[in-house]
């Protein structure tokens, strides 16, 4: 398993593990398969340009099987801190510690762009993830009740944040 920082030349796999991703777990995510395919691998290309946004993967075999990413305001009273989104570990390959992974080498690269905070927002009944969340000490900041709304079913959202120092 090798865990590393995309970049600009991983756009396309990123793009392919993204579609799988919102195959594979399209409860997930806020984005529908339906509402990416009309995208193409130019909109990772621009995400991983993007000096605010990096981008973390893990390979197995050569494959990318996971991935994430953090997000840093361009506001620079906002600065200390960034968003993590997009948090996936491709099916065959949940359950070994993948997406604890990324989370640290995550954390390690914000401290070293001096991060000083990260936060994240999660569906609240996707206990999974939750628990990976609050294990590696993220603390739930508030719940936004009926935040999505899809097929006339609400979910409410649960925001974290942790503390990197």
Do not use: C
């Given at each position: ?20 991703a919102?195959r594979?777990s ?18 990772m ?17 050569g494959?990318?099987?996971g ?12 600065r ?18 993948i ?9 390690a ?20 993830a939750r ?14 009740p009926?935040?999505?709304?899809r097929?006339?079913?609400y ?7 942790i503390?990197?120092?």
């Amino acid at each position: 398993m090798l865990i590393r920082q995309l970049s600009a030349d991983d756009a396309d796999i990123l793009w392919q593990a993204r579609l799988q991703a919102l195959r594979e777990s399209p409860a997930a995510f806020l984005s529908t398969l339906a509402e990416a395919q009309n995208d193409s691998a130019e909109v990772m290309r621009a995400q991983l340009a993007d000096p605010g946004t990096r981008y973390f993967g893990t390979f197995v075999d050569g494959m990318l099987v996971g991935f994430l990413r953090y997000v840093r305001p361009v506001r620079m009273a906002r600065r200390h801190t960034a968003e993590v989104h997009s948090v996936h570990v491709g099916a065959g390959h949940r359950g070994q510690g993948i997406a604890r992974q990324l989370l640290l080498a995550a954390f390690a690269a914000a401290r070293a762009e001096g991060i000083e905070l990260l936060t994240l927002t999660v569906l609240a009944d996707n206990t999974a993830a939750r628990a990976l969340y609050e294990s590696q000490g993220f603390s739930v900041i508030g719940t936004e009740p009926r935040a999505v709304k899809r097929a006339g079913s609400y979910a409410d959202i649960v925001s974290y944040w942790i503390s990197l120092h």
